[in-house]
């Protein structure tokens, strides 16, 4: 099984970020929540191995920094 | 037209226990004449164990209440002798479809698997349920078994002793007390005698208001499982729609939390709610309303030194996913031949801690499983509704994301994994199979494995030969020789790639040990290991 990837892999890390941010253009907050979901599920379908999604979430919960979970 | 549930089935009768000058003793006395204390009263009569049934009705359940039958269920029926009535009776349905919003998002279709000789499950009102129970009962006393039903006997006190347990019954003539050695506790969610004990039932309580409806109409719906989130004539909420027998159609819809519930029962709130839900047009005749919430909680033991807590006494769960009456007809297909063999001095009373432990292994899993689709159903924040609408709105679309989709996981049988009586277990055979499973049927010459099973332990050799006469740790064992060659199915679920294998199956048909050869002394040891002996 391969480990999550925690070293760069993105071929184009400043194209990726744009395309994320215009898909969110225009939407309100109810419905860029929801497009929000809906990448998390295709993703993490497209994942599939349940070890290295148990290892992504914890990983999400551990990089918040100190005194702002939830935020 | 009287309805089954509206007949007098065991009416009040004095009994000359009541006019005894020393409280008569008894060897078994379950309290509750529901579909599990019937199931535990009828298992143990046929194995001879005389038994007594109070109950403070004297009729079945008014209302359809569990409708959902699993095929284990039904294989427990087979055994205890109406399996057929309820299969003749029950409907069965294969394809579901799952609805959002205004848009039907998919149908499946269940495609069962082939090679059982019971469907799925089937739709039947739990009355039925009962009454087919009963109509067994009547059945065994014919035979001369020692069974008896004693309809509007409430127990008031209950005093547990070491070795027996007092009862104070009330009955309409006045109170009596009975003795017993066991008491089984199958007296429902409310158990009074959980009550009289004092004893704890901690879990989680949902808030959400349902109701129930069941409604008489003649319109042509297709016999299919329907579940809506968010419909139309339900904002915000969830409905089912499913079909029983006698065009009896039963349906439940999510409420919500803060409602008037004596208001919401009443037949001009509940009509025009189901006019919106099924149209117009169509007639239908009410037969029955109820309002329910629930809890997802369990007894931390159930076994009480001589008192033991059978079905939703035990347990509760919520009703997605039909794991109610199906985990209480396990726990009595569980617990009954162990009680059995301790009455008959055969195992050690310690078997009955076995019980325990699996029973509540089945009920933390289907305790987990019915709380997780109830958390699909009602999702308890935004986010967790964010995600919702996102599966719903996915499965639409794609394959994928519709096995997220959860409006019930139906019941299956626990599996009993590391289970105290299970026997470590052989390399190469198949997993469904493995120690502490439930045997899985397969299709044997003209009929079938499961009806194949011996009442007590049966050794099943599967190409491999095995003396006919069978007699281990000073049990008569029952023998079933068969062969894999013609039968794929029997391979497949009972070799893999092995060519051979023994099995050692319990009186509740589940595995107990298993070995890719017969060795007689290690047979022993497992039996003598799957009794509590060693």
Request: charged content about 25%.
């Amino acid at each position: 099984m391969s480990d999550l990837k925690l070293t760069r892999n993105l071929q184009d890390p400043d194209g990726f970020y744009a395309n994320l941010l215009a898909m969110h253009e225009g939407l309100s907050k109810a419905e860029s929540d929801a497009f929000n979901a809906r990448l998390i599920l295709i993703m993490a379908n497209h994942i599939g191995d349940e070890q290295l999604l148990a290892r992504a979430l914890h990983l999400a919960a551990e990089s918040a920094p100190e005194g702002r979970h939830g935020l | 037209m009287n309805k089954i549930f509206e007949i007098p089935l065991y009416p009040y009768a004095r009994h000359p226990d009541q006019d005894a000058t020393h409280p008569v003793r008894h060897k078994v006395i379950i309290i509750g004449a529901g579909p599990v204390g019937l199931a535990a009263a009828i298992d143990l009569a046929q194995r001879d164990v005389p038994v007594v049934v109070l109950d403070d009705n004297d009729r079945v359940s008014f209302g359809s209440r569990a409708i959902c039958f699993a095929k284990r269920t039904l294989e427990i029926l087979d055994r205890l002798g109406c399996g057929e009535a309820a299969v003749e009776k029950g409907v069965t349905w294969n394809t579901g479809r799952v609805f959002f919003d205004e848009r039907e998002i998919y149908a499946f279709d269940l495609l069962p698997e082939d090679g059982h000789k019971r469907p799925a499950f089937i739709n039947l009102q739990q009355y039925y349920f009962e009454q087919f129970l009963f109509e067994r009962v009547q059945q065994l006393v014919d035979a001369g078994k020692p069974i008896e039903i004693r309809g509007r006997n409430r127990v008031e006190a209950i005093g547990a002793h070491p070795d027996h347990v007092r009862l104070e019954i009330e009955t309409p003539e006045g109170s009596y007390e009975l003795h017993s050695d066991w008491l089984i506790a199958c007296d429902g969610a409310g158990s009074p005698t959980r009550r009289m004990m004092g004893l704890d039932f901690v879990g989680r309580v949902f808030e959400d208001n349902f109701l129930i409806a069941d409604v008489v109409m003649k319109a042509d719906f297709p016999t299919e499982r329907w579940f809506w989130f968010d419909p139309p004539f339900n904002r915000g909420q969830s409905a089912l729609l499913h079909r029983q027998p006698d065009n009896v159609w039963r349906i439940d819809l999510q409420l919500g939390c803060d409602i008037d519930r004596e208001a919401e029962k009443r037949p001009e709130r509940v009509i025009p709610r189901l006019k919106e839900m099924l149209g117009e047009e169509v007639e239908f005749e009410l037969e029955w309303v109820s309002i329910y919430t629930f809890q997802c909680r369990r007894m931390e033991r159930f076994r009480h030194g001589r008192v033991i807590f059978a079905g939703d006494a035990a347990h509760q769960v919520s009703p997605f996913g039909a794991r109610g009456a199906n985990s209480g007809l396990q726990d009595v297909d569980n617990l009954c031949w162990k009680l059995a063999m301790v009455l008959e001095g055969q195992a050690p009373e310690r078997l009955l801690d076995s019980y325990d432990w699996e029973r509540v292994c089945g009920a933390d899993e289907n305790i987990l499983n019915s709380t997780r689709s109830t958390d699909f159903i009602t999702p308890k924040s935004d986010i967790s509704k964010v995600f919702r609408n996102a599966v719903l709105d996915l499965a639409a679309r794609h394959e994928f994301a519709r096995p997220l989709v959860n409006s019930g996981r139906l019941s299956v049988p626990c599996v009993y994994d590391e289970g105290p009586l299970n026997t470590e277990d052989a390399t190469g055979l198949p997993a469904r199979t493995r120690p502490g499973a439930p045997v899985v049927d397969a299709p044997l010459g003209e009929g079938w494995l499961l009806d194949a099973l011996g009442q007590g332990f049966t050794l099943l050799a599967v190409d491999v030969s095995i003396p006919e006469d069978l007699t281990l740790a000073g049990f008569a064992l029952t023998t079933l020789s068969v062969s894999a060659e013609d039968n794929p199915t029997l391979r497949a679920r009972y070799l893999g790639d092995a060519q051979k294998a023994i099995y050692l199956i319990r009186p509740d048909q589940h595995v107990a040990a298993r070995w890719t050869d017969y060795d007689a002394e290690a047979v022993t040891a497992a039996l003598t290991h799957a009794i509590a002996k060693a």
